[in-house]
C-alpha cells in the first residue's frame, strides 16, 4: 500500500481544495447547515483559523492558519468529513471498498493542499477563492454568492463591494491579481 506524503509546516497556512467524489453534486450548498456544524465541530475540537473560504456545490477552498506546533490538517479534514457525511441521509449506493474502509463514499479521499509561503501568496489564494462562484458561472459577481468569506472581507474593509466586477464584463481572468 503506498502512503500518500503531505507537507508538515507547524503553525502553518494551508490552502485547500476538498471535493465531492460526484462532481456533479450540491450536497455541500444543499446541506449548507450540516457543513456548517461539522466545520464548527472540528474547529472546536482541533482549533485552526479559517482566513478565507468559500463553498461551492461540489467542493470547497479554504485557506487555514494552524496553531503554534501543530501540523496536522489531515485530522481536521477527517473530522469535517467524516461528520457532513455521518449527518446526511444514507441514501446511496456503496462499492464494497467503501463499505469496508466505512464511507459513505460521499468526498473523494484525498484533498489538494498547498503551503502558503507569503503574504502576496495568500492574497492571489484569497482572489481565487472568492473569484471562484464567478469562474463556476454559479454567480454573476463575487457579491451575489452566499457562501464565502468575501461578505467578512467587505463587512471588514478589505474588499470593496464590487470588487472581481461582473463576469459579463469579463476579461477572462478569474479573480486573480495582475503584476505589472
Known amino acids: 500500500m503506498s502512503r500518500y506524503r503531505r507537507v508538515r509546516i507547524e503553525g502553518g497556512r494551508f490552502f485547500f481544495t476538498v471535493a465531492l467524489a460526484d462532481r456533479s453534486s450540491d450536497l455541500l450548498v444543499r446541506h449548507i447547515d450540516i457543513l456548517r456544524r461539522a466545520y464548527g465541530n472540528a474547529q472546536e475540537r482541533l ?9 461551492l456545490p461540489d467542493h470547497l477552498h479554504v485557506i487555514w492558519s494552524l496553531p503554534e506546533n501543530d501540523a496536522d490538517f489531515s485530522a481536521r479534514w477527517s473530522l ?21 474502509k466505512r464511507e459513505k463514499g460521499i468526498w473523494q479521499r484525498r484533498f489538494w493542499e498547498h503551503a502558503i509561503r ?23 459577481r463575487v457579491g451575489d454568492w452566499p457562501y464565502s468569506s468575501f461578505h467578512k472581507f467587505v463587512a471588514e474593509g478589505l474588499l470593496p463591494p464590487d470588487w472581481g466586477g ?4 469579463s476579461t477572462g481572468l478569474f479573480g486573480e491579481r495582475t503584476v505589472g
Open 47 to 55: 482549533p485552526f483559523e479559517t482566513v478565507a473560504v468559500c463553498i
Open 118 to 140: 507569503s503574504e502576496s501568496e495568500q492574497a492571489s489564494h484569497i482572489d481565487y477563492i472568492h473569484y471562484n462562484p464567478v469562474k463556476h458561472r454559479l454567480a454573476s
Open 166 to 169: 461582473d463576469f459579463r464584463e
Open 80 to 100: 469535517i468529513k467524516s461528520g457532513f457525511s455521518r449527518a446526511l441521509p444514507n441514501s446511496q449506493i456503496r462499492s464494497a471498498s467503501k463499505i469496508a
